[in-house]
């Protein structure tokens, strides 16, 4: 561990590392979604889906290795013993930084399948990008606007549809898929913004996990519900961690039910969609104490510590 050495010399320097890992793993990996165009035929399709897992999960080795060669850090992980690599879940967490993503994907190495995010239809004809994460079976959602659905009523119950489809190469290839309910990093500036009623998180947005569970809800066997905490490092979390700071990773995870109570028309239902979001909101409440209380904890422990004299 590099975290004895001086901050503004690590930063350069593993910033390079990480930016080299992004960048080998996607030189690797958009090939394979050139042969994933070029080969129409399942047998190819699995195999090189097989190969993209591996090249996610050599990312992921890579990324947590660094993250401990530069940091001298604490991972407490809580929750996971009922987990199972061969299960199928919805993963929904808060989100802090861009931290988040290697910090889940190495929560997720040994415990579930790797992680998949869902991406917006249009992305798949970004070159690089589109290609890339396609050869990585991310899944793409398709939405339409209230104004298009009212031009074109027959596209009514097509994204759903769309989306299901493009998740129907995951009904034999166990899958988890990630939603950061928030839909943005937290701080202080956009709670302010949205008068968040929680002190440590956004408001949850429920659109994004309905229309997940309704395009796929039959195929999970869980949802997730993952809390993230970094509790000495309440800033700049990414800049501390390239810079030899990051101290603590807490991920608090709890295993919920997926039943009739959250799978339904979140959209046309308004029933169905005020109790939705009536879930969502006490799952956001009770994570927000999560925080609370283990933050207040850790401030009694340090405090309890007594001073070494010399």
Known sequence: MLSFLPGFLLLPISFSLFALN??????????????????????????????????????????????????NVDWQISGQQQLDKNSWYLLIANHKSWVDIPVVSTFAYHLIPEPKFFLKDELKWVPFLGTGCWALDMPYMKRYSAATLAKHPELKGKDIETTRNSCAKFVHTPTTIINFVEGSRCTPEKQRAKNSPFTHLLPPKAGGIAFTLASMGEQFNAILDVTLIYPDNTQHIALDMLMGRLKRVVIQAEILPVDAAVIGDYFNDPAFRDNFQQWLNQRWQRKDQQIECYLKQSQRSLQATPVSQS
């Open 22 to 71: 992004l960048a080998f793993w996607g030189i690797v990996v958009t090939p394979l979604g050139i042969l994933k165009l070029l080969l129409p035929f399942k047998a190819a399709h699995r195999l090189i889906a097989a190969l993209g897992r591996r090249c996610y999960r050599g990312w992921t080795a890579v990324n947590t290795f660094l993250i401990n060669l530069f940091n």
